[in-house]
């Protein structure tokens, strides 16, 4: 059986196990503490960051949109329609700046902040950077997250999907942005009805409902999380 290395709240390793789940493929999770050098993922993957996958016939895939765009070539042939990146270049060339802008510039100004400073340090043993929260840093996460649901909302009212007329990996790399930042309470959706509605429609579908379970002890969920319709 293939092996996911993992953390529940790092939106890249959340972003794999959409796709991992979409594919319908079995995998064992093993959760890792993003904020320890662990020398057997470093020994997997020297940059240590996760997610690491390791497939059934052995092969070491790092890193978020590395290993969704491996599932794509190697598991997506199986499913048909449902293969989560265009015919057509240009279209994929669409698809990877959106994953890129969610994975990289929303992950960067909003998602990585909060994780960080809400659930990776109350989770962070003495010794480990256990430090109090950094108010100005959830402040900039605050300040930056209206614009980015607004940019969601931007596309999501123009196209069927984020990147065009079909399902794509662009669509969970920003819910797997978003899912963190939600769990939080942190996402302003009054900002925005299109996005609102477009992440309903992400997250209404099955290979959302493990996200929905993750839970951060002494961090509750937002009342509306798990909520299908908000």
């Not at 020398?39 to 996760?50: F, R, V």
Request: proline share 6%.
């Amino acid at each position: 059986m293939s092996l996911l290395h993992h953390h529940p709240f790092s939106a890249a390793s959340r972003y794999a196990r959409l796709v991992l789940s979409e594919y319908d493929e079995a995998v064992e999770f093993v959760e890792e503490k993003p904020w320890v050098r662990n020398a057997a993922l470093l020994a997997l993957n020297p940059a240590g960051i996760l997610p690491v996958f390791i497939d059934d016939n052995e092969t070491v895939v790092a890193g978020g949109s590395v290993i969704t765009e491996y599932l794509v070539e190697t598991k997506g042939a199986r499913m048909g329609e449902v293969r989560l990146m265009p015919e057509h270049a240009a279209d994929r060339a669409e698809v990877r700046r959106l994953v890129e802008w969610f994975s990289g510039k929303l992950h960067g100004e909003v998602t990585n902040y909060l994780v960080t400073e809400k659930v990776y340090k109350r989770q962070m043993r003495q010794g480990e950077g256990n430090t109090s929260p950094d108010p100005a840093a959830i402040r900039a996460a605050r300040a930056n997250v209206r614009y980015h649901i607004q940019y969601i909302g931007y596309l999501a009212a123009r196209r069927n999907w984020l990147a065009g007329r079909e399902l794509t990996l662009a669509d969970f790399a920003a819910a797997a942005e978003i899912s963190c930042i939600d769990y939080l309470g942190e996402v302003p959706w009054e900002a925005d009805e299109a996005a609102k509605a477009w992440y309903a429609r992400v997250k209404s579908r099955p290979s959302f409902r493990p996200l929905l379970n993750d839970v951060v002890r002494g961090v509750p969920p937002a009342p509306h999380y798990v909520d299908l319709d908000f």
